[in-house]
């Protein structure tokens, strides 16, 4: 069967894109689901929380065309394909090439294992990178901080979407917003959640992911939270959102 794509992105940085590609995937895989996690950033951070530094190959290597997809095996169930820096210099290298923006699309074409899901973490921006994982996604998880102002750079990251669902890919559509980093009792973040389900409505998952310390602390031990801290609220809020995405998603 075909997998189902997700690209997680907000060109916010620090919204929690990859610490929630590192733990949906994890919590997915934990429910015997195939899934693969693809590092779009230069700076590797979803590489880096597996303890996965320096990859080679790495996805600047299958973009470049000189590879298939590397799909490193982190847990039962689930593959990540790391980035380093290199990949930083990938989208100049890359300006000038026919069909740059079909590049991921066609290299999850053919990747080795099969996948229920792939989810590909963006970096913070809506260059190349990001636009690859749009054209090659059905659909965009969108990560947003409960935090002022989160809420307010969010009509770019829409026009993006829309342009490059008329322009390359007709069957891309907005799978869900996530409220990462919810502080409980808080006007602020009370104001985000109102605003954006006002905004959003039946978009906005209700699973909300609290401010949890174990999320920001499981990194440093390449683990992802479940295998860090099973117990923590940020493992029962990653599952609950499992639960939810499956709910939502699952053929
Ligand atoms: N629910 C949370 N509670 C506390 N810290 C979090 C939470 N989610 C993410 N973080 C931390 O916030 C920072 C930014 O998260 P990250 O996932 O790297 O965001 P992005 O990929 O959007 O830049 C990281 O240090 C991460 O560990
Ligand atoms: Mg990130």
Not at 78 to 103: F, K, T, V, Y
Not at 112 to 131: A, K, R
Not at 135 to 151: C, R
Not at 227 to 250: P, T
């Amino acid at each position: 069967m075909k997998p189902q794509i997700f690209a997680i992105s907000n060109h916010k940085g620090g919204v929690a894109k990859t610490s929630t590609t590192v733990n949906l995937g994890a919590g997915l895989a934990l429910m015997k689901r195939r899934v693969l996690l693809v590092d779009l950033d230069p700076q590797g951070n979803l590489s880096h929380s597996f303890g996965i530094k320096e990859a080679e190959p790495s996805m600047y290597n299958a973009l470049k065309g000189q590879c298939p997809i590397p799909e490193v095996p982190i847990i039962d169930n689930l593959w990540l394909a790391p980035s380093n820096m290199n990949l930083s210099g990938a989208e100049l290298e890359l300006s000038m090439e026919p069909g740059r923006e079909n590049l991921l699309k066609r290299l999850l074409l053919k990747t080795q294992n099969d996948y229920d899901y792939i989810f590909c973490d963006c970096p913070p921006s809506l260059g190349l990178m990001t636009v690859n994982a749009l054209n090659a996604a059905e659909k965009v998880l969108i990560p947003l901080q409960a935090h002022y102002l989160a809420s307010q750079g969010l009509a770019k990251l829409m026009e993006i979407i829309d342009k490059v669902k008329e322009r390359l890919n007709p069957e891309l559509s907005i799978g869900g917003i996530i409220i990462t980093m919810y502080k409980k009792n808080t006007v602020l973040s009370r104001d985000v959640v109102e605003f954006t389900n006002s905004r959003f409505a039946d978009l906005v998952f209700d699973t909300k992911i609290r401010d949890n310390i174990s999320i920001a602390e499981a990194p440093a031990s390449g683990q992802d939270i479940f295998r860090y801290s099973k117990n923590s609220l940020g493992a029962i809020d990653y599952s609950h959102l499992c639960m939810e995405f499956f709910n939502r998603f699952e053929k």
